[in-house]
């Protein structure tokens, strides 16, 4: 691998395909030198060097192609700061051996590019789902002993089941997802609830919970659990002008901080790709001024709230993990080219 990122180090600076007007400013107080440590990501080393991280593809001199499907680096690696030609480099050095242990340990898993368990649930539970989700999706019909919610070690009886599958997640009947711009409807949403195993087959067939998150109980739905996805992050600034609004904060809840998951309502029909970085903008209020029986209406400028980071795309919306945020990023909030 190291062979592989010096031959990227010595290409041309014209050949990183998403290269910016400006170089990547230099963090004030940037080290000259981060030795790799086991949960260190890409984005958070970058962090130690660059005063906006997720430009860290660049610095690294990775193609488009590259940048797509990044060379990690491993703990005990040395990551280094150097000049070239005014613009800033990092450059992987020969490994340190930290303890025997953690060393043959770490070497196994390269380092993730963005923080893995904040989106880890978004990966294997699919969230947005079809229209027709509520209709075809096997439902919960029955409880062991007509109990209103069902908790880990209970038994649920479902129809519909068709696959022979041994693990199932459990959902709420979707709710639709309307643009907070046109109020049209743009997507549908299942909220997830738990994991159930396959007992016995049959109309209903029988399962029993393995857990739950929330209370399960009769109308909800099942989808056959899948293995998690694997997809090399890469960050990077889209090459469209790309511009929306914040449709939804993943949760619940009103607001959203640093490492919590964001809907947007742009997906791949607009143009927006996994690994797509966007800032977040508080829209900028109107403002009325009354003097000598004259109003005077201005428009304030938006304040930047944060960076969010796409990793999971569909047709018309996408879902984002806030990577920085200087103030809650709410529903309506706009997103825009960083």
């Given at each position: 691998m190291r062979k592989i990122i010096c031959s990227l180090l010595v290409a041309l600076s014209s050949a990183?395909?998403?290269?910016?007007?400006?170089?990547?400013?230099?963090?004030?107080?940037?080290?000259?030198?981060?030795?790799?440590k086991p949960g260190d990501t890409l984005w958070g080393i970058a962090g130690l060097f660059l005063k906006e991280p997720w430009r860290w593809p660049e610095v690294w001199r990775l193609n488009?192609?590259?940048?797509?499907?990044?060379?990690?680096?491993?703990?005990?690696?040395?990551?280094?700061?150097?000049?070239?030609?005014?613009?800033p480099r990092l450059r992987v050095g020969q490994p340190v051996k930290l303890s025997p242990q953690t060393y043959e340990e770490a070497v196994k898993e390269p380092i993730a590019s963005i923080p893995h368990k904040a989106i880890e649930p978004f990966l294997t539970k699919p969230i947005a789902v079809e229209a027709g989700f509520n209709e075809t999706a096997p439902r919960?019909?029955?409880?062991?002993?007509?109990?209103?919610y069902l908790s880990a070690g209970d038994t649920a009886y479902v129809s519909g089941v068709t696959e022979n599958k041994p693990l199932w997640h459990v959902y709420r009947p979707a709710a639709p997802i309307r643009d907070p711009e046109t109020k049209q409807v743009i997507g549908y949403e299942a909220e997830y609830l738990g994991d159930v195993k396959l007992v016995r087959e049959g109309e209903p067939a029988t399962f029993q919970i393995v857990s739950a998150?929330?209370?399960?109980?009769?109308?909800?739905?099942?989808?056959?659990?899948?293995?998690?996805?694997?997809?090399?992050?890469?960050?990077r600034a889209p090459e469209?002008?790309?511009?929306?609004?914040?449709?939804?904060?993943?949760?619940?809840?009103?607001?959203?901080?640093?490492?919590?998951?964001?809907?947007?309502?742009?997906?791949?029909?607009?143009g927006v790709e996994i690994g797509h970085v966007f800032a977040a903008y508080l829209a900028g209020s109107k403002v009325d001024i009354r003097q000598d029986q004259k109003i005077d209406t201005y428009q304030l400028p938006d304040e930047r709230s944060g960076l969010v980071f796409v990793f999971r795309v569909y047709d018309n919306i996408s879902y984002a993990l806030v990577m920085d945020a200087k103030r809650p990023i709410t529903v309506g909030d706009r997103f825009r080219k960083p």
């Open positions: 990183t395909a998403f290269a910016q007007s400006a170089p990547p400013a230099i963090a004030g107080n940037a080290p000259d030198r981060h030795v790799v488009r192609e590259q940048i797509r499907n990044p060379h990690l680096i491993y703990p005990g690696q040395i990551v280094y700061l150097d000049d070239f030609g005014g613009s919960i019909v029955g409880t062991e002993e007509g109990r209103v998150q929330f209370e399960i109980g009769k109308g909800d739905r099942l989808v056959p659990a899948r293995l998690p996805e694997v997809v090399a992050y890469a960050p469209q002008d790309i511009q929306g609004s914040v449709a939804r904060i993943v949760g619940g809840v009103a607001s959203s901080g640093r490492h919590n998951v964001v809907l947007l309502n742009r997906g791949a029909n607009d």
